[in-house]
Each structure stands twice: as structure tokens, then as C-alpha cells.
């Protein structure tokens, strides 16, 4: 494997885990599938790409920018999904239909006594995690990269 792929690797699995454990810090898992469709992909596509592609469900970016009534009408949740969430929050099941129906009235600042922050967000959710992984790999591949000089200097001074 080399030096990059296993940078890559290593990142990803830490990536994975870094944002996991932010969703879990800022009590943001309900149901936990979304915290459990994050995932990593290493790709080695020729001797000279290699990419690291995370993954999640698509609505993750709402977990950080909240969702207004446009971008509730464009997912278009089914009740069931609401409902779901719902009781993973110990809402009770009589708020579940006018949690549902005000979503798509107002967005995601509408449950009365469950109200949440304007829009629902949760700032620097993903992208504080986005900035320490970007980080860290950026460190690590100098790390090697100055390793790789340091070894080329020595045999070259041995010849």
C-alpha cells in the first residue's frame, strides 16, 4: 500500500469516527441513521489518484444549517420518518401530526414546548470536523513527504 493510500485510510477511519462522535457531543442522534451511514471510501483510480470520499445521508447538512419550509417541501419526509424521529426525542405521539404539519409550514423551529434554535442547526457541526481532517491529512502527507526527503538525502550521500 503506499504512503498515501495508507494516509488516506488512516484519515478516513479517524474522519468517520470525528464526526460520529460530534453528532453524539452535540446531541444530535435520534434514530441513528444518519450517525451510522457515515462512512469512508479510499480509491486508487491509476499510480498517480488516490481519493478519500466520506459519505452520510444527504440530509446530514441540515443537522448543522437547519432546514427552512423550502428545504422541508424539497425532501419531502414521510410521517413515518417524522414520527420516528419523534419518539427517538421522547416527543409524544400527539405533537407528532402538528410537528409534521408545521415543518412544512415553517421549517425547523416549530415544536412549541420541543422548540428548537432558529431553523433547528447546530453551528460548525460538520465542518469544524471538515477543517481537523483536512488538517490532518495535509500534516500527515508533509509528515511523509519529509521523510521521503530526509531518506533520498542520506542515500544520496552515501553514494
Known amino acids: 500500500m503506499s504512503d498515501l493510500k495508507k494516509i488516506l485510510e488512516d484519515n478516513g477511519k ?4 470525528l464526526y460520529r462522535q460530534s453528532l453524539r457531543d452535540n446531541d444530535r442522534v435520534a434514530t441513528g441513521d444518519t450517525n451510522q451511514s457515515i462512512r469512508y471510501e479510499v480509491k486508487q483510480t491509476n499510480k498517480t489518484t488516490t481519493t478519500l470520499t466520506l459519505y452520510a445521508l444527504d440530509h446530514i447538512r441540515f443537522l448543522e444549517t437547519g432546514m427552512d419550509a423550502n428545504d422541508i417541501k424539497a425532501e419531502n419526509p414521510m410521517f413515518s420518518q417524522i414520527a420516528r424521529w419523534a419518539n427517538a426525542k421522547n416527543i409524544p405521539s400527539a405533537y407528532h401530526q402538528s410537528i409534521y404539519d408545521g415543518l412544512f409550514e415553517s421549517g425547523w423551529s416549530i415544536y412549541g414546548q420541543y422548540r428548537q434554535p432558529p431553523k433547528g442547526g447546530t453551528p460548525d457541526l460538520i465542518t469544524s470536523v471538515d477543517e481537523t481532517v483536512e488538517n490532518n491529512i495535509l500534516n500527515d502527507i508533509k ?3 519529509k521523510s521521503i526527503v530526509l531518506q533520498e538525502i542520506r542515500t544520496f550521500k552515501q553514494k
Not at 479517524?14 to 469516527?17: H, I, L, P, Y
Open 14 to 17: 479517524e474522519a468517520v469516527q
Open 143 to 145: 509528515q511523509s513527504s
